[in-house]
């Protein structure tokens, strides 16, 4: 795997989606006989999907993928989290891959596969697939309140990773990311990159995470004002921001999500973790956000000051605050359904065999009779 990463490329490569396949779809949504704006938001979720695919009639949105982006933070040390710093990001990855963990029941519900990738779990290799670990960079990371989360090398390694990550999805034909996130911790290292790029403090971003109590926000919100004295200094140097307050999952998230805009590969942001990369990436490439879509907000701060920044508006309100992709998978059938209203079937059927009359079947009268 090629580990230099030249972040300037990135501006250049990243192309707006296509306004006229947008244009197309919002004519043929005048077309279908209901009112004006009758179908709501899915109007716009729709002509979204058109541009991003470049093609109008839209395609159905039919090989999703849950991506889940798995690491752990030295951060969490400190107990900014209910969830255990030990062994909890691990279980968390065991539990999606026997299938048992909520996002691999709605994956499995609405038709999406599922991927995970261990970028940073403090577990032994051994214990996951070697498909799960073939991008791992370290076993955990630096407390980045006192010290570089990654090296500049494991920061581009784990860059490079998104990017192939990316590349690997788009040539599997993958046409919709639904991304998210599993390490304990994650929601601190996210208030401080979105801290530093929005320039607020770290009261103004620290959220309850995990359902944290009053006394485990104010070590974490401490914990956030420290780290951010960390990352002000390397504003300029986004690779070096992901090194010195980020992760190997946050470093792998950004190159993805690049690349995915590269490869006309549109996204949903789960929460805040994603929310925070798309920040960074947005640095890097200034089109790159309108190849996303965000998921939800989460009462996490942080979040909604990202999204502000995005200029995104999250797809649903279900106030789900679980992290790990929910989130973005439950925006899966609103995408679902915008795709399918605009899809070609809708207006003529887009198979031969759709046009063969239906063979006859028989009358109750008939039936009765060869009883």
Do not use: N
């Amino acid at each position: 795997m090629d580990t230099t990463v030249d972040l300037d490329m990135f501006a250049s490569r990243v192309e707006r989606p296509d306004d006229g396949a947008r244009r197309t779809a919002e004519e043929r949504w005048q077309e279908l006989d209901q009112p004006r704006g009758g179908f709501g938001r899915l109007e716009e979720l729709g002509s979204w999907l058109a541009s991003v695919q470049g093609a109008s009639p839209v395609r159905p949105v039919g090989a999703a993928k849950v991506l889940l982006f798995a690491a752990d933070h030295g951060i969490a040390e400190l107990g900014v989290s209910r969830l255990p710093a030990a062994g909890g990001t691990a279980r968390r990855v065991r539990e999606v891959l026997e299938g048992t963990a909520p996002v691999a029941k709605l994956a499995r519900r609405y038709g999406a596969e599922l991927r995970v990738v261990d970028l940073a779990v403090d577990a032994p290799e051994d214990e996951f697939p070697e498909e799960v670990t073939r991008f791992r960079v370290r076993r955990g990371s630096g407390r980045i309140d006192r010290t570089d989360a990654l090296t500049p090398d494991e920061a581009a390694r784990a860059f490079a990773a998104g990017v192939e990550l990316a590349d690997e999805e788009a040539d599997l034909g993958t046409d919709l990311v639904l991304l998210g996130d599993l390490g304990v911790g994650s929601t601190t290292v996210a208030a401080v990159l979105i801290g530093a790029l929005c320039g607020t403090d770290a009261a103004a971003v620290c959220g309850r995470g995990s359902g944290i109590d009053d006394r485990v926000w104010m070590v974490k919100c401490a914990a956030i004002r420290d780290s951010l004295r960390r990352a002000r200094p390397v504003l300029g140097d986004q690779l070096a921001l992901l090194a010195a307050t980020g992760g190997a999952d946050f470093a792998a998230i950004t190159g993805f999500l690049l690349q995915a805009a590269v490869r006309r590969l549109p996204v949903v942001l789960d929460g805040v973790v994603s929310a925070a990369c798309a920040l960074v990436a947005q640095r890097i490439a200034f089109r790159a956000p309108e190849w996303w879509r965000a998921a939800a907000l989460t009462g996490e701060p942080a979040l909604a000051k990202a999204y502000d920044r995005l200029t995104l508006t999250p797809l649903h309100e279900q106030q789900v605050t679980t992290g790990e992709g929910v989130a973005a998978v439950l925006a899966l059938p609103l995408l679902q359904a915008a795709s399918d209203t605009l899809a070609e079937e809708l207006f003529e059927p887009a198979h031969p065999a759709a046009k063969r009359t239906p063979p006859r079947l028989p009358t109750a009268a008939e039936l009765l009779g060869k009883l």
